[in-house]
T-cell receptor
Framework: NAGVTQTPKFQVLKTGQSMTLQCAQD?????MSWYRQDPGMGLRLIHY???????DQGEVPNGYNVSRSTTEDFPLRLLSAAPSQTSVYFC???????????FGPGTRLTVL | AQSVTQPDIHITVSEGASLELRCNYS??????LFWYVQSPGQGLQLLLK??????LVQGIKGFEAEFKRSQSSFNLRKPSVHWSDAAEYFC????????????FGPGTRLSVLP
């Protein structure tokens, strides 16, 4: 099993550009999440999904969109990138409620 | 609102010394608590978790943590640190019974001296 994979590993955007961060898992997990990690702030939840077709907002959802058309994939879309979205983004999955989360290796995004 | 604090931003210990990383949470109900470790450039790996029962939980890599309800704490301990333990450590609490809304602390960076 590859576990949780994320692409790209690094990305540089200009303000106003849009892009999609990809996340996939091959563990047949129902639950998937997106976090951003900023220095001194730990991880903050952006959006999460408890199954295909079901998504919900986390703590910091503004400026991001998600969809979950399949169990395996959970892409994160930045509609119009801003410098405040410079961060490291982690995708995670878990087999169900109250279980540990398995994290991907992260995507480092810089918005100029 | 639920929150998690880790009072120590950075801790340095000598190899072979004991370690305790502090974690305090604010949460009304019985919390689900976790410790994760992040090595440089990597994702997070679960060290241990507490849901209920015995308040002293054992994890991987020789780590343990003790849940103290009276102090709202879930401190992580290791009796003898190895150089490979140098990493960042995050405490987390499960925010709601829906099972997905985690709140992470800001992290404690551990350095290990040879």
């Amino acid at each position: 099993n590859a576990g949780v994979t994320q692409t790209p590993k690094f990305q540089v955007l200009k303000t106003g550009q849009s892009m999609t961060l990809q996340c996939a898992q091959d563990m047949n997990h129902e639950y998937m999440s997106w976090y951003r990690q900023d220095p001194g702030m730990g991880l903050r939840l952006i959006h999460y999904s408890v199954g295909a077709g079901i998504t919900d907002q986390g703590e910091v959802p503004n400026g991001y969109n998600v969809s979950r058309s399949t169990t395996e994939d959970f892409p994160l879309r930045l509609l119009s990138a801003a410098p405040s979205q410079t961060s490291v983004y982690f995708c995670a999955s878990s087999p169900g409620p109250n279980n540990e989360q398995f994290f991907g290796p992260g995507t480092r995004l810089t918005v100029l | 609102a639920q929150s998690v604090t880790q009072p120590d931003i950075h801790i340095t210990v000598s190899e072979g010394a004991s370690l305790e990383l502090r974690c305090n949470y604010s949460y009304g109900a019985t919390p689900y608590l976790f410790w994760y470790v992040q090595s440089p450039g990597q994702g997070l790996q679960l060290l241990l978790k507490y849901f209920s029962g015995d308040t002293l939980v054992q994890g991987i890599k020789g780590f343990e943590a003790e849940f103290k309800r009276s102090q709202s704490s879930f401190n992580l301990r290791k009796p003898s640190v190895h150089w490979s333990d140098a990493a960042e450590y995050f405490c987390a609490v499960l925010r709601d019974n829906y099972g997905q809304n985690f709140v992470f602390g800001p992290g404690t960076r551990l350095s290990v001296l040879p």
